[in-house]
């Protein structure tokens, strides 16, 4: 769900972050994993299930993540950070 979601907003006319995290998803492994109406609360849930870190420029996203104390890795300009 989530590549397929990096692919349609890559095909918009500002699709530069999605082309970029999409040049460098093939460096980790990728999982099967479906819960809620939408990516983000598949995300959001399989965070809370696993701890892992969600990765998202999403500012509704990173909310619902802090809200369920959870850490988000996002870019502060070009550099990588951890909230």
Sequence with gaps: MVIQEMKRLESRSNGRS???ALKHVNQFST???SKGNSVDDSLLSFSI???AIVATLDNEL???LKA???N???L???K???V
């Design 80 to 82: 990588p950070i951890l």
């Design 49 to 51: 299930e696993t701890g």
């Design 72 to 74: 988000v890795l996002t």
């Design 76 to 78: 502060m300009g070009e």
């Design 31 to 33: 999982i099967s994993y």
């Design 62 to 64: 990173k909310k619902r």
């Design 18 to 20: 999605a082309h970029m």
């Design 68 to 70: 369920n104390g959870l």
